[in-house]
């Protein structure tokens, strides 16, 4: 007697049906999600206008190149110390600007306010027989959040621009200044207040290389 062989069924389609799984869940969790906030910008204060001065023959030129800043602060983050090491950045903020711009802008305009018989430029200034070129680097320019306290230590350097040139003085300016508010806005305010002090450290220099032989 002859028995029929019975015919295996297909196994179960288990693959398509996980893969299908998965691709439910995860567009569940990306529509819990949401769309992710948009950044906040954020900038240094404005820059307080210029007093209007009288005319006058032109006083003696600086050229300020722009200010250096460390690695880490050249970001759009805006970042804060931590720790003696280590860095942290608000969330969702970002500077709108890059910082090292605004930083530059503040200082031009607080030695301009601290030189009224100046000639205080970054770019087409005019030359002549006592010009000065100056450079400031902030070695650090940091918010310490633990101690709400902004610290910065400027590296000032003057230089005769004309060839060969020739550095006249060099100063190292450090500064602490507390914050207001714990935040992202109390922060640039008062990187904005330490820039007017370098600013002020800075035009001193600036008036005592006038009597520096050349």
């Known amino acids: 007697m002859t028995h029929a062989s019975a015919t295996p069924l297909p196994a179960p389609r288990r693959r398509p049906l996980r893969l299908a799984a998965c691709a439910a869940l995860l567009a569940l969790l990306g529509a819990c999600a949401g769309p992710r906030p948009a950044a906040t910008l ?3 204060p404005p820059t307080p206008p210029a007093a209007a001065t009288p005319t006058m023959a032109p006083g003696p030129v600086v050229v300020v190149r722009r200010i250096a ?11 804060y110390r931590s720790g003696s090491s280590t860095l942290e950045e608000w969330p969702h903020v970002a500077w709108a600007e890059r910082i090292d711009v605004g930083a ?3 200082l031009v305009a607080g030695l301009r306010a601290a030189l009224p018989g100046w000639v205080v430029c970054e770019s087409d200034c005019p030359s002549g027989p006592d010009e000065r070129l100056l450079k400031v680097e902030l070695a650090s320019f940091d918010y310490d ?3 709400r306290t ?3 230590e400027a590296r000032i350097s003057i230089a005769a621009p004309a060839a060969p040139q020739r550095l006249l003085r060099t100063a190292v300016h450090r500064e602490a200044l507390a914050v207001g508010a714990d935040t992202p806005e109390g922060q640039a305010q008062a990187m904005a207040q330490l820039l007017q002090q370098v600013a002020r450290a800075a035009a001193a220099e600036l008036e005592a290389s006038r009597g520096t032989p050349r």
């Open 150 to 152: 902004v610290h910065g």
């Open 104 to 106: 530059s802008r503040h």
């Open 42 to 44: 954020l900038t240094l």
């Open 145 to 147: 959040r633990a101690a």
């Open 69 to 79: 800043l460390p690695e880490y602060l050249q970001s759009r983050r805006v970042r």
